[in-house]
């Protein structure tokens, strides 16, 4: 069975460095076809794709947020790392972490989310 | 960046009604990568078609998709009680990913 969980301080002030955690099973970080993305969803709002990363360490981010965002991985842990740096009330949401299933010039979808970590932005 | 419009906003609907969700993209979007997904109050999105017209494991043939270019759709043949919910379309291009801003299913 294929699980994701996301793990982090619930609570961050502004200006600080969040950083938080997507442990992965039931698949490997190593697999060709796979990779993992990041995607928030403020309260109320919609969804919004933060990051990904792939088994070969393509890396790729969001253009507004690219400044501010480095995506890692263990695969030995089985672990994707996020962190978004000076956080703001604005960056409160909900931040899932879900299994990207890509092949070039075939697919790519997010199959199999978190069921997400809620960060609030408050001093 | 492609932006992704989603309309209507919101639909209102009674149970057995037909649902048409629309995605309409800033540029041209390869249809092997625009996926739809269903997200219910407190819930993560669940995954609900890909590569614009193929239905994910475990979804329900009333779901189908369909589309290409800069327009795509989203049908629910008839409603059931449980699709009521937020639809989101997403697309992949250019090593970016872009979600739409959501349609809501609601009961009439």
């Known amino acids: 069975q294929v699980t994701l969980k996301e793990s982090g301080p619930v609570l961050v002030k502004p200006t600080e460095t969040l950083t938080l955690t997507c442990t992965v099973s039931?698949?490997?970080?190593?697999?060709?076809?796979?990779?993992v993305s990041w995607i928030r969803q403020p309260p109320g709002k919609a969804l919004e794709w933060l990051a990904h990363?792939?088994?070969?360490?393509?890396?790729s981010y969001s253009t507004s947020l690219k400044s501010r965002l480095t995506i890692s991985k263990d695969t030995s842990k089985s672990q994707v790392v996020l962190t978004m740096t000076n956080m703001d009330p604005v960056d409160t949401a909900t931040y899932y972490c879900?299994?990207?299933?890509?092949?070039?010039?075939?697919?790519?979808?997010?199959?199999?989310w978190g069921k997400g970590t809620t960060v609030t932005v408050s001093s | 960046e492609i932006v992704l419009t989603q309309s209507p906003g919101t639909l209102s609907l009674s149970p057995g009604e037909r649902a048409t969700l629309s995605c309409r993209a800033s540029?041209?979007?390869?249809?092997?990568?625009l996926a739809w997904y269903q997200q219910k109050p407190g819930q993560a999105p669940r995954l609900l078609i890909y590569g614009a017209s193929s239905r994910a494991t475990g979804i329900p043939d009333r779901f189908s998709g369909s589309g290409s270019g800069t327009d795509f759709t989203l049908t629910i043949s008839r409603l059931e009680p449980e699709d009521f919910a937020v639809y989101y379309c997403q697309q992949y291009g250019s090593s970016l990913t872009t979600f739409g801003g959501g349609t809501k299913v609601e009961i009439k």
């Open positions: 990363i792939f088994s070969n360490d393509e890396k």
């Open positions: 540029q041209s979007v390869s249809s092997i990568y």
């Open positions: 879900a299994r990207i299933a890509a092949r070039p010039g075939y697919y790519y979808y997010m199959d199999v």
């Open positions: 039931g698949f490997s970080l190593s697999n060709a076809r796979m990779g």
